[in-house]
Nanobody
Framework: QVQFVESGGGLVQPGGSLRLSCAAS????????MGWYRQAPGKQRELVAR???????DYADSVKGRFTISRDNAKNTVYLQINSLKPEDTAVYYC??????????WSQGTQVTVSS
């Protein structure tokens, strides 16, 4: 089973940007859809961005126009460019596969904190 390690989080002021990275332990070229999820304190984990291996992308309404997902199958890495950060984007961000049956294994994620 492919495992993922996220990085790139941090403390940023509102309006700032971050680029998150997700390194996979194995090939992701055969994975149909990869996604970035986030979990804010006291809330359920939610899928915020998804990208298929064909290049199609989908975003949660709350992040459309601000988040951009990309994947580099050659490097087995998935990225999330986050712009115009808002305090409500504060969460732990995870990457994982996107499928009908939700993943049951999660890595530690990377913390994004948006605060002035």
């Amino acid at each position: 089973q492919v495992q993922f390690v996220e990085s790139g989080g941090g403390l940023v002021q509102p309006g700032g940007s971050l680029r998150l990275s997700c390194a996979a332990s194995g090939s992701i070229s055969g994975i149909y859809a990869m996604g970035w999820y986030r979990q804010a304190p006291g809330k359920q984990r939610e899928l915020v961005a998804r990208m298929t291996n064909g290049g199609s992308t989908d975003y949660a309404d709350s992040v459309k126009g601000r988040f951009t997902i990309s994947r580099d199958n050659a490097k087995n890495t998935v990225y999330l460019q986050i712009n115009s950060l808002k305090p409500e984007d504060t969460a732990v961000y995870y990457c994982n596969v996107v499928r009908i049956i939700p993943p049951n294994s999660w890595s530690q994620g990377t913390q994004v904190t948006v605060s002035s």
